[in-house]
């Protein structure tokens, strides 16, 4: 129970741009009036943490490197909130009773901790992409275990899960619809695409991101992730989850029902309206955000995406048929993929090329059932492209 009425709340990965903009709901909902706040973590950006950690009254703040926990302990001084460094520690801080947790933490390094806060936690609030693509069935599992509740932050899988309203409707849904900004390249023919630098990658319409993610808009692997998250998240068919390029990123996404009627939600391309469900839920809380004005848009343009160009999302329904640990084969050898082409050893195109031959070597794929087989599988995966991508480069 919440002390004092107070909700327990812990932020894993704090620091970041998911955990800023939960800092900033936590501000907007109430504060520290309304919050208690269990744990912060982050990493290396040890001002903004100690900050946070004395803004909110945190008990304990963890940074993830255990070289600074003496600037960590210093940062916060006479302020009466506990210090702890290394990625154990992220794991204990997470194994904290709390009543909502925020998932933040950027890759593979967050699925320890995101799996000791479904342990720990009334309510698991996850951003952190890596958990489902690379181990769904387990992270299931792991919630269903501990009852906790698992309600997704990324927008499109936010979006779906407010148009879902609810379990009864859900047994009517047919398809999921999501939606993708189709990236800078869009519309550009095959042959320009061969030839594009990550500089021109990295520039983004509509949400503004950092490098890696904003590559993955581009190449749409992004959205390759998020249909294999949507897959876990809302036990649904691979053929059930359809992708819509819709540029203007206002629709977040869909769902298609039985009888035919389709809900969408739509709002600014700002991810604290998601947050802020996953922190009102059942109920809407105020925030700060933009108000859409349909006046102004004017215009909601659709179209399908074109899989020759973007193959990414063709892996992803050939990683949901295998099942398994294709989700940590996919996610792992992308991220290799993705350093080649920021390092300029390979071009845009070869990305999905490197991914889809380390599948087809990898193939065919275990279950996962601890989290070691899936650091494993993520190792070989990476060992793998390596190699295809050395024969590519050379
Ligand atoms: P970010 O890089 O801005 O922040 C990542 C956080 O993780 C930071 O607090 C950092 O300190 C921490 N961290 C990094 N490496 C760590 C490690 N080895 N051990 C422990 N902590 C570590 O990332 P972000 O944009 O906030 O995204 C977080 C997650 O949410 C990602 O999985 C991302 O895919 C997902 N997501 C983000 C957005 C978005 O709009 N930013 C949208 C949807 C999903
Ligand atoms: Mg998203």
């Not at 002390?3 to 998911?18: N, P």
């Not at 084969?329 to 290799?336: D, G, N, P, Q, R």
């Amino acid at each position: 129970m919440a002390r004092g009425g107070r909700r327990r709340v812990t932020i894993l990965g704090a620091t970041g741009s998911i955990g800023r903009s939960t800092l900033d709901v936590l501000r907007a909902m109430g504060g520290r009036e309304a919050f208690e706040v269990v744990a912060l973590t982050g990493m290396s950006n040890i001002p903004a943490l100690a900050a946070a950690a004395r803004e909110f009254g945190a008990q304990l703040a963890v940074t993830a490197d255990p070289a600074r926990l003496d600037e960590l302990r210093r940062a916060l001084a006479g302020s009466g909130v506990r210090a702890a460094a290394g990625p154990e520690a992220v794991i204990e801080a997470a194994a904290l009773p709390a009543d909502w947790c925020m998932a933040a933490i950027l890759g593979a390094a967050g699925l320890a901790p995101t799996l000791a806060a479904l342990r720990a936690s009334a309510t698991v609030a996850l951003a952190n992409k890596e958990c489902l693509v690379s181990a769904g069935d387990l992270f299931l599992a792991a919630q269903q275990a501990a009852g906790a509740a698992l309600l997704p932050v990324d927008s499109e899988h936010n979006a779906i899960f407010q148009a879902m309203a609810g379990a009864r409707a859900a047994q009517g849904v047919e398809r999921v619809i999501l939606t993708a900004s189709g990236g800078p390249f869009r519309d550009w023919p095959r042959a320009r695409m061969a030839a594009v630098t990550p500089e021109q990658a990295v520039a983004h319409p509509n949400w503004d991101m950092g490098a890696k993610i904003s590559i993955d808009s581009a190449s749409m692997f992004n959205k390759a992730l998020e249909m294999i998250e949507a897959r876990h998240l809302f036990a649904l068919r691979p053929e059930q989850i359809e992708v819509l390029v819709h540029p203007q990123s206002i629709v977040h996404s869909m769902v298609g029902y039985r009888d035919g009627s389709i809900l969408a939600q739509l709002g600014p391309p700002d991810m604290r309206v998601a947050i802020g469900y996953a922190l009102g839920w059942p109920e809407r809380p105020a925030l700060p955000v933009e108000r859409l004005d349909f006046a102004q848009l004017s215009r909601l343009d659709f179209a399908p995406p074109d899989e020759a160009r973007f193959p990414a999302l063709r892996l992803a329904r050939e990683a949901m048929r295998a099942g398994g640990l294709a989700g940590a084969t996919l996610l792992a050898a992308k991220e290799a993929a993705l350093d080649a082409f920021i390092a300029r050893r390979i071009g845009f195109l070869d990305m999905a090329a490197v991914v889809e031959e380390t599948m087809s070597r990898l193939a065919p794929f275990a279950p996962a059932t601890h989290l070691d087989e899936v650091f494993a599988a993520d190792a070989e995966a990476r060992r793998a492209a390596a190699r295809i991508i050395d024969a590519r480069a050379a």
